[in-house]
């Protein structure tokens, strides 16, 4: 399999320009799910090396959770590209759910 031509060259800074951003993929049944990128987080764990963040994003209130598992995202302005994202109560109602999606990126040789 190809990689994405993007799958190797995320920055923090190309999501937080998507903050308030549709991103859509496909769930195992074939229906289109919709998230918007809620933040973008800096991961507490720091090394001079990598730039390590974290992409918060939430559904539609109503939409039922998806598994945690890897999707074919895509967004309008990166457009298409593979994400894992796994779910979490979203910090303001346990009742509530958010996804993340971890990135720690080599930045430096």
Request: hydrophobic residues 30%.
């Amino acid at each position: 399999m190809e990689p994405h031509k993007n799958q190797l060259n995320f920055r923090k800074q190309q999501f937080v320009e998507t903050v308030g951003q549709d991103y859509t993929f496909q769930n195992q049944e074939g229906k289109t799910i919709t998230l918007k990128l809620a933040s973008v987080e800096d991961s507490q764990y720091t090394h001079p090396k990598y730039e390590r963040f974290t992409l918060f994003l939430t559904p539609p209130e109503g939409e039922p959770a998806v598994e945690d598992n890897s999707y074919e995202f895509e967004n309008e302005t990166l457009g298409k590209f593979p994400l894992f994202i796994s779910g979490l109560p979203a910090f303001d109602s346990p009742e509530n759910y958010e996804y993340e999606a971890v990135f720690n990126c080599r930045i430096a040789k």
